[in-house]
């Protein structure tokens, strides 16, 4: 592998989804195989009140051999499109695959129904035993439901529409955005290009990069406008039908939080928000300016806007993990050796970076857009994360690999401070620590406060669409500038430019009501690693088991599993106070570099 800033070479390799076969072919031969798997299921229609643990655990072990058939298929075709979302022929064999996949899914729709009517004690009987092991915490969490079921047709409509409903209108927002272009000196560049340059610490550059990204969003704008509007539309009739008492109901519950428990979280949160505005008041000092705009919030404090390869980055994350755990590190290094890894941002790529799960019998994948900024290593080491927390989650299956939102940023954030960590012992330079403090800063400041910041946002929108009906672009960027103010105070300057900057950003469109999860999952993780702290190598087996438990237990017995008791209303003040204590640090660190 080259150690190219770039990262051109580095390419994944997709094939492990159709065991070692390419192409459309094979997708297509495994959705022939689940239909025939989904028909042999549906045989047993209307005999769930009669099943015994045995019976059960079968029809379960049929569902998650489906699971995973139509898991290979959909994933290669989803993570192919996200490669390249300007190939028509990429696009069409992922929505061909959406639609059998969902077809699938309305043929079976009758068992969650079937469960959701057992009475309690017929439940409780049949998961006492060991046979449902495997399921068991998915079953009962599926009852969760109950309440919000419609009659199988009704469901059946709904799921089917569904394909030309929300999920046509998330594809069409993710092909918008994947296609802006921003010139940058004389070039079109990719939007995820324009946004890093907002990182360099040369002001002429900041200020260049953000008027270019705003005349890149705005011919757009009025379209996603649209978009988001059908979106918001649609999930108030869903909300209506359901009986969800708030816009954002149906993910708590899917999160397995309480609404007054997010509740406390947000304003637990906005409680601090004093936390962001000392901090740009301090950067505006150390930059010398009187107040720093909203395009210098994320300027380096380094001396010179340096660049890092993929190859540096790579050794430094693993080396960041190995000194944790070298197990750990030895499942990651699986992901550069393997080709589990998509890296260079190429024109007609979907922006950003997660991590794919994909299904339990193969592996994950990880999809970054590397633009060869520090802050780049970062988000590989947090991208990586996710992939060691599905890897060892595998053995859980289907059912239990995956934990809910409020969970999943746990192993992301906690190997991303770890690389930090490592970052800052090999820094001496004060000037140097001052810049890689700040980033750590404005890290926790991005997750914890900026995305409680995009909630409300969210919150805003969603109650004012049904209050008010279509909202125009110039309401959306009241909205959105309104709640970044409530967060910035007067310790920013929000520009005219930046109120359209909310149309780019894919979790309100896709997810809605997932941005709180950040706060949630940055918080825990950094309670997880404060523990890690004090407690040394001792506390390593219990992270490993926390990881390789998936989601096969509740959030709150996850949480017991190193020491953190979800339930106390104070948890999230404990976060905070460490978010405060980095705050604390950078502020030494100016004072020691000479900055103020």
């Not at 989601?551 to 996850?558: D, K, N």
Request: hydrophobic share 40%.
């Amino acid at each position: 592998m080259t150690d190219t800033l770039d990262a051109a070479e580095v390419v994944w390799d997709l094939s492990d989804l159709l065991d070692g076969q390419d192409g459309e072919m094979a997708v297509l031969a495994l959705m022939d195989d689940a239909d025939r798997q989904a028909e042999a299921l549906a045989a047993e229609r209307g005999r769930i009140a009669g099943y015994d643990s045995g019976r059960l655990a079968r029809f379960m072990r049929g569902q998650a051999e489906l699971a995973e058939v139509v898991g290979r298929a959909a994933s290669w075709a989803s993570l192919r499109f996200a490669a390249d979302m300007t190939d028509p022929a990429r696009g069409a064999l992922m929505q061909k695959v959406e639609e059998r996949a969902t077809a699938i899914q309305t043929r079976l729709l009758w068992f969650d129904l079937e469960w959701a009517a057992l009475d309690d004690a017929k439940v409780d009987e049949l998961l006492a035993g060991d046979e449902l092991a495997f399921a068991a915490h998915h079953l009962r969490s599926e009852r969760r439901y109950r309440d919000h079921l419609l009659t199988e047709p009704e469901e059946r409509i709904l799921t089917e529409k569904s394909v030309t409903g929300r999920s046509a209108w998330s594809r069409l927002f993710s092909e918008l955005t994947s296609s802006i272009e921003v010139t940058l000196d004389g070039r079109a560049t990719s939007l995820e290009e324009g946004l890093s340059r907002l990182q360099s610490n040369d002001p002429a550059v900041r200020e260049a990069s953000a008027e270019a990204v705003t005349a890149a969003l705005a011919p757009g704008l009025r379209t996603r406008a649209y978009v988001f509007n059908t979106l918001l539309n649609d999930k108030a009739v869903d909300d209506r039908l359901r009986g969800y008492p708030t816009w954002i109901s149906s993910r708590n519950l899917a999160n397995e939080a309480s609404d007054d428990s997010v509740g406390a979280l947000v304003s637990a949160v906005q409680s601090r928000y004093d936390l962001p505005q000392r901090w740009y008041r301090l950067k505006a000092r150390v930059l010398g300016v009187e107040r720093v705009k909203d395009y210098d919030r994320m300027a380096s404090l380094a001396t010179e806007d340096s660049r890092i390869g993929f190859d540096e980055a790579r050794e430094l994350v693993l080396d960041s993990y190995a000194s944790f755990s070298p197990d750990l590190a030895d499942v990651a290094r699986r992901f550069f050796d393997d080709r589990w890894i998509d890296a260079p941002a190429r024109p007609g790529k979907r922006p950003g970076a997660f991590c794919a799960y994909t299904v339990p019998s193969v592996h994950p994948y990880v999809f970054l857009n590397w633009t060869s900024r520090r802050r780049d290593v970062l988000t590989l080491a947090h991208e990586l994360g996710h992939g060691l927390h599905a890897y060892l989650a595998r053995p859980q299956g289907v059912f239990h690999q995956g934990t809910p939102l409020t969970l999943a940023e746990t192993a992301s954030v906690f190997g991303e401070t770890v690389t930090f960590g490592r970052l800052l012992e090999a820094t001496t330079d004060p000037v140097a620590r001052l810049a890689l403090l700040a980033e750590n800063v404005e890290g926790a400041i991005a997750t914890v406060f900026r995305q409680t910041a995009m909630n409300r946002f969210e919150d805003a929108v969603h109650t004012a669409r049904r209050d008010e009906g279509e909202l125009s672009v110039e309401r959306f960027g009241d909205l959105w500038i309104a709640t970044q103010a409530d967060m910035l105070g007067d310790a920013v300057e929000l520009t005219e430019g930046y109120r359209g900057w909310w149309s780019y950003i894919p979790h309100f469109i896709g997810t809605p009501g997932y941005v709180y999860a950040y706060a949630y999952g940055q918080l825990l993780a950094l309670s997880v690693y404060r523990q890690y702290e004090e407690q040394g190598p001792d506390f390593v087996p219990r992270y490993l088991h926390l990881l390789s438990a998936g989601g096969s237990l509740p959030p709150e017995e996850l949480g017991k599993i190193v020491g953190c008791d979800l339930a106390d209303p104070g948890f999230w003040d404990g976060g905070l106070a460490i978010v405060e204590a980095q705050l604390e640090a950078a502020e030494t660190a100016a004072a020691e570099a000479g900055k103020i």
